[in-house]
Every structure is written in structure tokens, then in C-alpha cells.
């Protein structure tokens, strides 16, 4: 049961560089989202995906492209890398909500991607 | 707008005491709340949330929650701390009455527990 993975764990690449991290969840769940995690500032939302071929901004979208053409995977691609993207970045999926907000959607998260951009 | 605060950075506590982590939250609708615990490299893990009914609720490791509405919050609690739960905790919450593009969680700057001998 592999769940949610990301890959690399680890990557350092220089400014200006395209960097394209990956997320895949064996759970076929409906939802993705994109989290980042600085230090004073928790985890904010970058992207999120409601199933294939849908994706919504989130809290910090500037920067970050994303896709999704299979329920799967959901890649995060930074055009062209700054200092300030230097982060760990967390993948996470979840059910659907349901009608009327539901009674699931607690989020599983990923291992994680420390990205340092020189 | 959904919000949440959680006001210690950090909170330390003597294993076998009891533990308080605080959460407080901000929704223009009904709340549901999470609370999630990230290990030293590690994704966060969900530990329990609040959807309805019973004010206290009870989740993984001996953790439990307790819903206050009329103070809007959701304090984590232990009664016995571990050495071992020291952590990282992760409050959250989203407005119960989204649908389509819902399920978006606000996560707090999260609370580093210590606990120790």
C-alpha cells in the first residue's frame, strides 16, 4: 500500500532553472492539493486539483504551474525558479467532500520535497 | 474567509503530565476541524477531527479535542504526555457548507511540543 509518494525528496537547483516536482497516490482519490511549509507560516495552499483536468488557485499560486490529466498524479512545476520558492513542498489528497460539505475529507499528505533554490 | 491561530509556538510539558495544545478558528459557517502531528522529516499525519455531534473528540495516540463553539476553538489535549509525541501539531479547519471547489483547509503556523523527562 504505497499511498501518497513524492519525488524527488531532495533537489537544489539554481535560479531561473524549471523544476518540476511529482506527486502520486495510489488511493484514486478525487482531490490533490499543493501545500509549501515556511517557518512562521504553517503550511499554505499553492494549488489544488477537484479531479482530472480541473485544477484552482490557492493561497500562493504566483510562480507554480500545475496539471493534472490522470486522477493519479498531480505534477508541480516551478517556470523559473527564485530563492524565495526555497521550501518544503507537501502533496496531500483527500475525498470528495459531498454534498453539503460531507462527513470525510481529512487530507493525507506526502513525505514531502525540500527544494533549495541557489 | 477561514482562519485559524494557534498562539504558542511552542509548548513544553514533564512526560506524564497532561497536555494542552490550543486552537483557535474563525468561519462564517459551521466548522470542521482537524488536528494533525508532523514528525522531524516527515508528511503530516492526521490525528482526529470534529464533523458534528459530541463536543469531545477522540483520535489516535490517546490525543482527543474539545470542540467550543461559543469560543471558537479546538484545543488539543493528552491526559499522560510521552516522550514521544513531541512534535510538530498542526491545527485546521474548513467551512462544513462548501461543495465543488471545497475541502480547501486553512492549517495554523503550528505549535512544536516538547515533552520531557
Known amino acids: 500500500d504505497a499511498g501518497i509518494t513524492q519525488s524527488p525528496r531532495y533537489k537544489i537547483t539554481e535560479t531561473g532553472r524549471q523544476v518540476t516536482l511529482m506527486c502520486h497516490q495510489t488511493w484514486s482519490h478525487s482531490y490533490m492539493f499543493w501545500y509549501r511549509q515556511d517557518l512562521g507560516h504553517g503550511l499554505r495552499l499553492i494549488y489544488y486539483s477537484a479531479a482530472a483536468d480541473i485544477t484552482d488557485k490557492g493561497e500562493v499560486p504566483d510562480g507554480y504551474v500545475v496539471s493534472r490529466s490522470k486522477t493519479e498524479n498531480f505534477p508541480l512545476t516551478l517556470e523559473s525558479a527564485t530563492r524565495s520558492q526555497t521550501s518544503v513542498y507537501f502533496c496531500?489528497?483527500?475525498?470528495?467532500?459531498?454534498?453539503?460539505?460531507?462527513?470525510?475529507?481529512?487530507?493525507?499528505f506526502g513525505p514531502g520535497t525540500r527544494l533549495t533554490v541557489t | 474567509a477561514q482562519s485559524v491561530a494557534q498562539p504558542e509556538d511552542q509548548v513544553n510539558v514533564a512526560e506524564g503530565n497532561p497536555l494542552t495544545v490550543k486552537c483557535t478558528y474563525s468561519?462564517?459557517?459551521?466548522?470542521?476541524l482537524f488536528w494533525y502531528v508532523q514528525y522531524p522529516n516527515r508528511g503530516l499525519q492526521f490525528l482526529l477531527k470534529?464533523?458534528?455531534?459530541?463536543?469531545l473528540v477522540k483520535g489516535s495516540y490517546g490525543f482527543e479535542a474539545e470542540f467550543n463553539k461559543s469560543q471558537t476553538s479546538f484545543h488539543l489535549k493528552k491526559p499522560s504526555a510521552l516522550v514521544s509525541d513531541s512534535a510538530l501539531y498542526f491545527c485546521?479547519?474548513?467551512?462544513?457548507?462548501?461543495?465543488?471547489?471545497?475541502?480547501?483547509?486553512?492549517f495554523g503556523t503550528g505549535t512544536q511540543l516538547k515533552v520531557e523527562l
Open positions: 470534529y464533523i458534528t455531534g459530541d463536543n
Open positions: 485546521a479547519v474548513r467551512e462544513s457548507g462548501l461543495t465543488g471547489g471545497g475541502n480547501k483547509l486553512t
Open positions: 468561519v462564517s459557517g459551521n466548522p470542521y
Open positions: 496531500a489528497s483527500s475525498e470528495p467532500p459531498g454534498l453539503a460539505g460531507g462527513t470525510r475529507g481529512e487530507q493525507y
